[in-house]
C-alpha cells in the first residue's frame, strides 16, 4: 500500500501538544474510533497493518503532527510568584506602616516590621512554589518506549516519536505508548484504574461499539499511561501527545483556575475592612486636631501614630506560623499539605468527594461468598493476606440472615463438603496468579481464589505438585472462559477445570455435585437466580466446572471442553471497603460533612460499597438503595440541572475525568468547599478544581499528588478525617488570636485619638505602640497556637463558607476589651500625673504595663471562647503560662533597668502602682468570664454560629 497520501482526519486526533499551530487544513470533525471497523480504521489513516509505516511518510507526519508528548505549558517564574507574596492588603498595611516608622526616625523598629513582611513572603514562596507542576508529572506518565511496525520491520523505539497510523505491539507488561485502536487481541487485558477508576484489568476485543460508549467501557481501544497485565494485541496509533486522553487530562488541569481558600478569602474581606477603618480614623484624628487649631506638623505625626497602633504587625507572621505548625502536627498524622492555606480549608469543609478505587476501598479483590454443592458460604477477611473464615450460610444461600453465627469450617468439615473443597481446588489450580507475601503478580480477580483457598487450608504449591498442570486454553474475551489440563497419576483419568462468566460455564455443563461430590441434575434456574441477587449486590461472580477425560488426553480444544462438563461452584467477590473508612466516613458525616463517592466503576458495585461505607444520600424509589448516577446519565444532564443533582446524590458511577470536574464545579456553586480525593491521572483536572485536592501518597500517580493539596503517606480515607480535626482546630486558635490581639490596636488607637481629640499628651507613644505590638503578638498571642482542640470540635456543623471572621458575639467583646483598656489606662495615667505629679516617663510606664497586662489577664479569657479555660484543661498548654511569665519579666526589665526605660522613654513604678495593674488584670479576666457565662450568650448570641443552609446557585 502507498504510505505516501495525506492522513486525512487523523489529523484533528492526532495532534501533539508540542506545537498545534502546525496542523492547518484538517476536518473540524473528530472520527469516534471506537465506533469504526478495523478496515475503516486503516483506511481513514492509511496504514499497512502488515508492513507498518514507511520511513519516508513517518517524517511526513512527525513534520505535521509533532512529536508525542504532552505541552509543557510555561507558568509562573520564582520571581514573579515571590513578588505576589506581597500583593495582599494586609501586606499593604504593614508596607505602609514600614514607611511610617522610617518617616518618624525609628529605622530599628522599621527593620523588625518589613523583617515580618520578608519572612512572610519566604514562607508563602517556598510553599506555593512547587504547587503547579501537574503538568510535568503526567508528562512523565508516558511510557518511553514502544514495539512498532516500520517499513516491514519490527523495531523498538523511543515513545515520543510515534505518529498516527503506527502500527503498535503490545504484549504482557508494556506501557501502551498513545491511544490506540486494537485490530488484533489474543487474552489482551489492560489495567485502566488510574485513567478510568475501573478497579480490574479489562478484556479487550476489536469489534466496533456503539457512539455513545463511555470511555471506562471503550474496549476496543487502549489508552496512552494504561498497563497491559495479560496476553498481546495490535493496535493503530489514532492519537498522540495532547489529543490522547492523558493529553486531555493534562489540558484540563492546565484550564482549571487556582481558586481562594476560606481563609485566604477571609483574611482579605478583614484586610481590607481594617485598611478602611485605620485611614478613616487617621483622616477623622487630622481633620480634629487642625480644625482645634493645633499645628498641622504635630497633627501628622501623631496620626501616624494612630495608625501605628492599629495595625496588627504580628498578625500575617501569627497567621503563617499557626498554618506551617498545624502542617506539622497533619504531618505527624500522615497527612502532608503542600499549601499552607489548605490547612484551614480542611477545617471549613463542607463536602468530601472520593475516588473509590484504592482510597475508599482496598483495592485488593476479594471473595465474601461461595456456592457448592447446592450450600452458600460466607467468607471473612480482606485482602490479599490469607487470614478469614469460611462459614456456612443457613438461611436461603445468603439471601436472608446472613449474619447468622455459624461455626467456622474445620479441615475435617472442609473434606465432608467435597464439592466446596473442589471449588477451591478448581479456582486455584486453573489460575494464572501468583501471591507472594501478600503481593500478586496477575490479575486481581485470579488472585482472590488463591486467596479464598489458602483460607481453606490449601497450598497452591502442593496443588500443582498433586496435579501438574499439561495444557492450558486462556481466557479469551469471546469465549468468557478458561480452561486448564491437569494429570491425576500413571493410567489415571486426567482433570479439565474451567473457569469463567457464570452464564457461559453452565452453557457447558450437563449436570452438577451435591455437597458429597454426587451427580445430580444441573439447576440453572436457581443458580443464575443466586447470581442475578449477588450481582444486584455489586459482587463480581465467577463459576467453575470440570470433567474428566481419558489419560492420553494431552492437549486442550475449545470442543473438548464445551460439553459434557459438571458445575462445581460460583465465587462472588469485592473490592472491599477499609474498615477504616467506614468509621471516617461515620464521622465525618456525624461533623455534618457530606461523603460522595465519584467513580469510574460500575454502577451495582459503586452503589454496593457506598451502602457498606454508610453513604448517606438520595435512594431508588423501588428498591429503597442508595441512588447511583452514571457518566451517561451526567452527560444528558444540563449545567443548570446539574447542582441540585449533585447535591441529593451520593454516589456517581463510570464517569469521564471531565464529568469529575463538573460535578466538583457544580457543587462549589451550591456554595459548598469541596475536598477531593483521588489517586489516578483521571483525578487530577477535579483534584486542581476542588478547594483542597486530597493525594494518595503510596498508590496514587505523580499527576495526583502534584496537583494535590495535601498528600496522605497512608492512602487511608480515615487520615481525612483527622485532618479536618486539625483544620478545625488551626481555624479557631486563629480566631482566638484575632480575637486576642485587636483590643489591643483597637484600644491604643482609641487612647491616642482620644488624647489628640482631648488636647492632652500622648499616654502612649508610637516607639512604645511598636513594643506592644511586636512583644505582645509574640510572647503571648503566638501561645494560643499551641492550645489544644475543644472536645466538641468534631460534633459542630462545618462553618458556613461565606462566614466572617468574627461574628457579632466575637466583635462585641472586643470592643467591650478594647474601651476596658482605654479606661485603665486613662485612669491611671492621669492619676499618676495628677495626684502623684510623677514625671511623664512613669506615667507612661504605668500605661503602657496596663496595656500589656490586660491583654495578658486577657490571653487566659481567650483560650476557650465559650467557656472558661478549665473546659479544654488548666495546663493544656504549658506554652501560655511560660509565655505570660516571659512577658511579665521583660515588662519588669523594661520599666526598671536604665538602658532599656531610657531607650523607651518610660520610669520605673512603685509596688502599689504594680498592684493596681495586676488587680485592674484581674477585673478585667472576671468580667470577660462573667460575659461569657451571662451577657454574650443572652444578648449576643452564641460563639459559634454555624449555617446549617448553604445558599442556593445563583
Given at each position: 500500500m502507498e504510505h505516501g497520501g495525506n492522513p486525512g482526519s487523523a489529523g484533528v486526533m492526532a495532534v501533539s501538544g508540542g506545537d498545534a499551530s502546525r496542523v492547518s487544513a484538517v476536518r473540524p470533525e473528530v472520527p469516534q474510533w471506537h465506533t469504526l471497523d478495523v478496515a475503516e480504521v486503516t483506511r481513514i489513516l492509511q496504514t499497512d497493518l502488515e508492513k507498518g509505516l514507511s520511513s519516508v511518510e513517518v517524517e511526513r507526519r512527525r513534520r505535521q503532527y509533532g512529536a508525542n508528548e504532552l505541552t509543557r505549558r510555561q507558568g509562573r517564574g520564582p520571581v514573579w510568584t515571590f513578588l505576589l507574596q506581597f500583593h495582599q492588603p494586609l501586606i499593604y498595611i504593614l508596607l505602609v506602616s514600614t514607611l511610617v516608622t522610617m518617616a518618624l526616625g525609628e529605622y530599628l523598629d522599621a527593620a523588625v516590621i518589613f523583617g515580618v513582611v520578608l519572612v512572610n513572603a519566604i514562607v508563602g514562596f517556598v510553599q506555593e512554589y512547587r504547587a503547579t507542576r501537574a503538568i510535568e508529572a503526567l508528562a512523565r506518565a508516558l511510557p518511553t518506549q514502544a514495539t512498532v511496525l516500520r517499513d516491514g520491520r519490527k523495531v523498538r523505539l523511543a515513545a515520543s516519536e510515534l505518529v498516527p497510523g503506527d502500527v503498535v505491539l503490545l504484549h504482557s507488561g508494556d506501557r501502551v505508548p498513545a491511544d490506540l485502536r486494537l485490530v488484533r487481541v489474543r487474552e489482551l487485558r489492560t489495567a485502566e484504574a488510574a485513567l478510568t477508576g475501573e478497579s480490574t484489568?479489562?478484556?479487550?476485543?476489536?469489534?466496533?461499539?456503539?457512539?455513545?460508549?463511555?470511555?471506562?467501557?471503550?474496549?476496543?481501544?487502549?489508552?496512552?499511561?494504561?498497563?497491559?497485565?495479560?496476553?498481546?494485541?495490535?493496535?493503530?496509533?489514532?492519537?498522540?501527545?495532547?489529543?490522547?486522553?492523558?493529553?486531555?487530562?493534562?489540558?484540563?488541569?492546565?484550564?482549571?483556575?487556582?481558586?481562594?481558600?476560606?481563609?485566604?478569602?477571609?483574611?482579605?474581606?478583614?484586610?481590607?475592612?481594617?485598611?478602611?477603618?485605620?485611614?478613616?480614623?487617621?483622616?477623622?484624628?487630622?481633620?480634629v486636631g487642625v480644625l482645634r487649631g493645633l499645628e498641622a506638623g504635630e497633627v501628622f505625626l501623631a496620626s501616624v501614630a494612630l495608625a501605628v497602633a492599629a495595625i496588627p504587625e504580628g498578625l500575617p507572621a501569627a497567621v503563617t506560623i499557626m498554618l506551617a505548625i498545624?502542617?506539622?502536627?497533619?504531618?505527624?498524622?500522615?497527612?502532608?499539605?503542600?499549601?499552607?492555606?489548605?490547612?484551614?480549608?480542611?477545617?471549613?469543609?463542607?463536602?468530601?468527594?472520593?475516588?473509590?478505587?484504592?482510597?475508599?476501598?482496598?483495592?485488593?479483590?476479594?471473595?465474601?461468598?461461595?456456592?457448592?454443592?447446592?450450600?452458600?458460604?460466607?467468607?471473612?477477611?480482606?485482602?490479599?493476606?490469607?487470614?478469614?473464615?469460611?462459614?456456612?450460610?443457613?438461611?436461603?444461600?445468603?439471601?436472608?440472615?446472613?449474619?447468622?453465627?455459624?461455626?467456622?469450617?474445620?479441615?475435617?468439615?472442609?473434606?465432608?463438603?467435597?464439592?466446596?473443597?473442589?471449588?477451591?481446588?478448581?479456582?486455584?489450580?486453573?489460575?494464572?496468579?501468583?501471591?507472594?507475601?501478600?503481593?500478586?503478580?496477575?490479575?486481581?480477580?485470579?488472585?482472590?481464589?488463591?486467596?479464598?483457598?489458602?483460607?481453606?487450608?490449601?497450598?497452591?504449591?502442593?496443588?500443582?505438585?498433586?496435579?501438574?498442570?499439561?495444557?492450558?486454553?486462556?481466557?479469551?474475551?469471546?469465549?468468557?472462559?478458561?480452561?486448564?489440563?491437569?494429570?491425576?497419576?500413571?493410567?489415571?483419568?486426567?482433570?479439565?477445570?474451567?473457569?469463567?462468566?457464570?452464564?457461559?460455564?453452565?452453557?457447558?455443563?450437563?449436570?452438577?455435585?451435591d455437597r458429597q461430590g454426587h451427580p445430580r441434575p444441573v439447576d440453572r434456574e436457581a443458580i443464575l437466580r443466586q447470581a442475578a441477587a449477588w450481582s444486584a449486590q455489586g459482587l463480581r461472580l465467577l463459576a467453575v466446572a470440570r470433567k474428566l477425560v481419558p489419560p492420553d488426553l494431552a492437549e486442550l480444544n475449545h470442543g473438548e471442553v464445551q460439553q459434557g462438563l459438571t458445575f462445581v461452584g460460583m465465587f462472588a467477590m469485592i473490592d472491599p471497603p477499609r474498615p477504616e473508612a467506614i468509621e471516617a466516613v461515620r464521622l465525618a458525616q456525624q461533623a455534618g460533612i457530606r461523603v460522595k463517592m465519584i467513580t469510574g466503576d460500575h454502577a451495582l458495585t459503586a452503589a454496593a460499597i457506598a451502602e457498606q461505607l454508610g453513604l448517606q444520600g438520595a435512594r431508588d424509589a423501588d428498591s429503597g438503595r442508595l441512588r447511583a448516577v452514571t457518566g451517561k446519565q451526567l452527560e444528558q444532564t444540563s449545567d443548570t440541572a446539574l447542582p441540585e443533582l449533585a447535591e441529593e446524590v451520593a454516589v456517581f458511577a463510570r464517569t469521564a475525568p471531565e464529568q469529575k470536574l463538573?460535578?466538583?464545579?457544580?457543587?462549589?456553586?451550591?456554595?459548598?468547599?469541596?475536598?477531593?480525593?483521588?489517586?489516578?491521572?483521571?483525578?487530577?483536572?477535579?483534584?486542581?478544581?476542588?478547594?483542597?485536592?486530597?493525594?494518595?501518597?503510596?498508590?496514587?500517580?505523580?499527576?495526583?499528588?502534584?496537583?494535590?493539596?495535601?498528600?496522605?503517606?497512608?492512602?487511608?480515607?480515615?487520615?481525612?478525617?483527622?485532618?479536618?480535626?486539625?483544620?478545625?482546630?488551626?481555624?479557631?486558635?486563629?480566631?482566638?488570636?484575632?480575637?486576642?490581639?485587636?483590643?489591643?490596636?483597637?484600644?491604643?488607637?482609641?487612647?491616642?485619638?482620644?488624647?489628640?481629640?482631648?488636647?492632652?499628651?500622648?499616654?502612649?507613644?508610637?516607639?512604645?505602640?511598636?513594643?506592644?505590638?511586636?512583644?505582645?503578638?509574640?510572647?503571648?498571642?503566638?501561645?494560643?497556637?499551641?492550645?489544644?482542640?475543644?472536645?466538641?470540635?468534631?460534633?459542630?456543623?462545618?462553618?458556613?463558607?461565606?462566614?466572617?471572621?468574627?461574628?457579632?458575639?466575637?466583635?462585641?467583646?472586643?470592643?467591650?476589651?478594647?474601651?476596658?483598656?482605654?479606661?485603665?489606662?486613662?485612669?491611671?495615667?492621669?492619676?499618676?500625673?495628677?495626684?502623684?505629679?510623677?514625671?511623664?516617663?512613669?506615667?507612661?510606664?504605668?500605661?503602657?504595663?496596663?496595656?500589656?497586662?490586660?491583654?495578658?489577664?486577657?490571653?487566659f479569657n481567650c483560650r476557650c471562647l465559650t467557656h472558661s479555660m478549665l473546659h479544654v484543661g488548666l495546663f493544656s498548654n504549658a506554652w501560655v503560662w511560660w509565655g505570660a511569665a516571659t512577658m511579665a519579666l521583660c515588662q519588669l526589665l523594661l520599666t526598671h533597668l536604665a538602658p532599656l526605660n531610657t531607650?523607651?522613654?518610660?520610669?520605673?513604678?512603685?509596688?502599689?502602682?504594680?498592684?493596681?495593674?495586676?488587680?485592674?488584670?484581674?477585673?478585667?479576666?472576671?468580667?470577660?468570664?462573667?460575659?461569657?457565662?451571662?451577657?454574650?450568650?443572652?444578648?449576643?448570641?452564641?460563639?459559634?454560629?454555624?449555617?446549617?443552609?448553604?445558599?442556593?446557585?445563583t
Open positions: 484489568p479489562v478484556d479487550k476485543h476489536t469489534a466496533p461499539l456503539p457512539a455513545d460508549t463511555v470511555l471506562a467501557d471503550r474496549d476496543n481501544m487502549a489508552f496512552a499511561s494504561s498497563l497491559v497485565t495479560y496476553g498481546q494485541g495490535i493496535g493503530v496509533v489514532v492519537a498522540i501527545g495532547d489529543r490522547t486522553e492523558v493529553g486531555r487530562i493534562a489540558e484540563a488541569v492546565a484550564e482549571v483556575h487556582e481558586i481562594s481558600t476560606p481563609l485566604t478569602r477571609r483574611i482579605a474581606h478583614f484586610s481590607r475592612v481594617l485598611l478602611v477603618v485605620i485611614l478613616g480614623l487617621a483622616a477623622v484624628n487630622f481633620g498545624g502542617v506539622s502536627r497533619m504531618a505527624a498524622r500522615r497527612a502532608v499539605i503542600r499549601k499552607l492555606p489548605a490547612v484551614e480549608t480542611l477545617g471549613s469543609t463542607t463536602v468530601i468527594c472520593s475516588d473509590k478505587t484504592g482510597t475508599l476501598t482496598q483495592n485488593q479483590m476479594t471473595v465474601t461468598l461461595l456456592q457448592a454443592g447446592g450450600e452458600c458460604f460466607s467468607v471473612s477477611g480482606v485482602g490479599y493476606e490469607p487470614k478469614g473464615e469460611i462459614r456456612p450460610l443457613p438461611d436461603a444461600c445468603g439471601q436472608g440472615d446472613t449474619g447468622s453465627e455459624a461455626a467456622p469450617l474445620t479441615i475435617d468439615d472442609l473434606h465432608g463438603r467435597v464439592a466446596l473443597l473442589e471449588c477451591l481446588r478448581a479456582g486455584m489450580l486453573c489460575n494464572e496468579a501468583v501471591l507472594l507475601e501478600g503481593q500478586i503478580q496477575g490479575d486481581p480477580t485470579e488472585a482472590a481464589l488463591i486467596v479464598v483457598a489458602r483460607k481453606a487450608g490449601l497450598d497452591q504449591h502442593v496443588l500443582q505438585e498433586e496435579l501438574p498442570r499439561l495444557d492450558v486454553l486462556p481466557f479469551e474475551s469471546e469465549r468468557q472462559y478458561m480452561a486448564t489440563l491437569h494429570d491425576t497419576g500413571p493410567d489415571r483419568h486426567r482433570i479439565v477445570y474451567l473457569k469463567g462468566s457464570v452464564e457461559r460455564v453452565l452453557e457447558h455443563c450437563q449436570d452438577m455435585w463538573r460535578l466538583v464545579r457544580a457543587l462549589q456553586s451550591r456554595g459548598h468547599i469541596v475536598a477531593m480525593t483521588g489517586d489516578g491521572v483521571n483525578d487530577a483536572p477535579a483534584l486542581k478544581q476542588a478547594d483542597i485536592g486530597i493525594a494518595m501518597g503510596l498508590s496514587g500517580t505523580d499527576a495526583a499528588r502534584e496537583a494535590a493539596d495535601m498528600i496522605l503517606t497512608d492512602d487511608n480515607f480515615a487520615t481525612i478525617e483527622a485532618a479536618i480535626e486539625e483544620g478545625r482546630g488551626v481555624f479557631d486558635n486563629l480566631v482566638k488570636f484575632i480575637v486576642w490581639t485587636l483590643p489591643t490596636n483597637a484600644g491604643q488607637a482609641l487612647i491616642l485619638m482620644v488624647a489628640i481629640l482631648a488636647g492632652t499628651s500622648l499616654p502612649v507613644l508610637p516607639i512604645q505602640v511598636l513594643w506592644i505590638n511586636m512583644s505582645t503578638a509574640l510572647l503571648l498571642g503566638l501561645m494560643l497556637v499551641f492550645e489544644a482542640k475543644e472536645p466538641n470540635i468534631m460534633r459542630r456543623p462545618p462553618r458556613h463558607p461565606h462566614a466572617p471572621l468574627l461574628n457579632r458575639p466575637l466583635i462585641m467583646r472586643t470592643l467591650f476589651v478594647s474601651l476596658l483598656i482605654l479606661a485603665g489606662v486613662f485612669a491611671i495615667y492621669q492619676w499618676l500625673l495628677g495626684v502623684r505629679q510623677v514625671p511623664p516617663e512613669v506615667a507612661r510606664a504605668a500605661a503602657v504595663n496596663m496595656v500589656v497586662f490586660v491583654q495578658l489577664f486577657y490571653l531607650l523607651f522613654h518610660l520610669g520605673p513604678l512603685t509596688a502599689d502602682v504594680w498592684a493596681l495593674i495586676i488587680l485592674y488584670g484581674l477585673l478585667v479576666y472576671a468580667l470577660i468570664e462573667l460575659e461569657k457565662a451571662f451577657v454574650g450568650p443572652w444578648f449576643f448570641g452564641p460563639v459559634w454560629t454555624p449555617q446549617p443552609t448553604l445558599p442556593q446557585p
